[in-house]
Structures are given as structure tokens and as C-alpha cells.
């Protein structure tokens, strides 16, 4: 079983930025794919980006795209996603997942808790 704990969230301006981080307790997430997710208030949870293991490709969703960058730590230990240039609509909680399986990220099979991040416009 693998529990992914996510941090970083929190309050910020428009134009600001976050990094967030993903750990699985108890284990590196080599051999994992990995991605994050958002959903807003009254909102489908929606992708954000992954990264791919084991060449470490990247995708991201049109809305983020050269403002977020997902990335994994050399230890394998953490996935971030730093978020730059943030928007009031970027609002939202913000959720890791995993699997070691090459699966659509929608259908990840490990998931965190959630994060949220809050940005005043």
C-alpha cells in the first residue's frame, strides 16, 4: 500500500508562487508514475500534470502549461509541482497520485489527501 502525503499549499497573491511536494510514507516513488490533480469548489476534479517513469517525460494541461513544472527529486523520494504566475482561478485543493502502471493519470490507483491552495486576487 502506498499513502502519498502532499504539502505545500497555502495563500497567496496573484502572480505569486507555491511549490508543492508529494512523499509516499515509508518509500521512495521510483518505479512510479506520478501526477496532480486540482478540484474546485462545485468543480470535476481536473488534471494538472504528470511525470512519466522511467524517462521522466512530462505533460501538463493546456491551462498550466509554462507556469507549472512537475519534477521528481534525484532521491526519488518526492514529486513537486512548482506553480508560478498563479491565478485566482488556480484556487483549488490539490491532489498527488501514483501508480506503477502506464494508465491514463485519471486512473492512478494511489492518491493523497489533497492540499489547498488558495490565491487572492
Known amino acids: 500500500q502506498v499513502q502519498l502525503v502532499e504539502s505545500g499549499g497555502g495563500l497567496v497573491q496573484t502572480g505569486g508562487s507555491l511549490r508543492l511536494s508529494c512523499t509516499a510514507s515509508g518509500r521512495a516513488l521510483s518505479n512510479y508514475n506520478a501526477a496532480w490533480f486540482r478540484q474546485a469548489p462545485g468543480k470535476e476534479r481536473e488534471f494538472v500534470a504528470t511525470i512519466l517513469w522511467p524517462t521522466s517525460e512530462t505533460y501538463y494541461a493546456e491551462s498550466v502549461k509554462g507556469r507549472f513544472t512537475i519534477s521528481r527529486d534525484n532521491a526519488e523520494t518526492t514529486v513537486y509541482l512548482q506553480m508560478n504566475s498563479l491565478k485566482p482561478e488556480d484556487t483549488a485543493i490539490y491532489y498527488c497520485?501514483?501508480?506503477?502502471?502506464?494508465?491514463?493519470?485519471?486512473?492512478?490507483?494511489?492518491w493523497g489527501q489533497g492540499t489547498q491552495v488558495t490565491v487572492s486576487s
Open positions: 497520485s501514483a501508480d506503477r502502471r502506464r494508465v491514463t493519470p485519471r486512473d492512478y490507483t494511489y
